[in-house]
């Protein structure tokens, strides 16, 4: 599968952005999907996931209830709705598809997604 991350951009403290992961070349609900961020001189660290039909979530605590991660299968892409927006939200945003056969699973690490995205910007100024 090819991933293609959007809806980077530069906002103010307290804005919202709306990100976009387009999935093409392969069956999009046979994969968990994720997002990722990667600050300057930082690890990349996994920020939300969903499973392959889009019924379960997981967030990362600082997220929590200024994110929402969600998928449309039929549009075979997946979102990432940011609200809120602190600067240490900087970085840049990676989404992620790991093709797994349990419907259940949403994967946390870097090392069991085996897709990946180019990656799209998100500055936040104070």
């Known amino acids: 599968v090819q991933l293609q991350a959007s809806g980077g951009g530069l906002v103010q403290a307290g804005d919202s952005l709306r990100l976009s992961c387009a999935a093409s070349?392969?069956?999009?609900?046979?994969?968990?999907m994720g997002w990722f961020r990667q600050a300057p001189g930082e690890k990349r660290e996994f920020v939300a996931g969903?499973?392959?039909?889009?019924?379960?979530?997981y967030y990362i605590g600082s997220v929590k209830g200024r994110f929402t991660i969600s998928r449309d299968n039929a549009k075979n892409t997946m979102y990432l709705q940011m609200n809120a927006l602190e600067p240490e939200d900087t970085a840049v945003y990676y989404c992620?598809?790991?093709?797994?056969?349990?419907?259940?699973?949403?994967?946390?690490?870097?090392?069991?997604?085996?897709?990946w995205g180019q990656g799209t910007q998100v500055t936040v100024s104070s």
């Open positions: 070349g392969s069956t999009f609900s046979l994969y968990a």
């Open positions: 992620a598809g790991d093709r797994t056969y349990y419907e259940s699973l949403i994967p946390m690490s870097i090392y069991d997604y085996e897709y």
């Open positions: 969903i499973n392959r039909g889009g019924s379960s979530t």
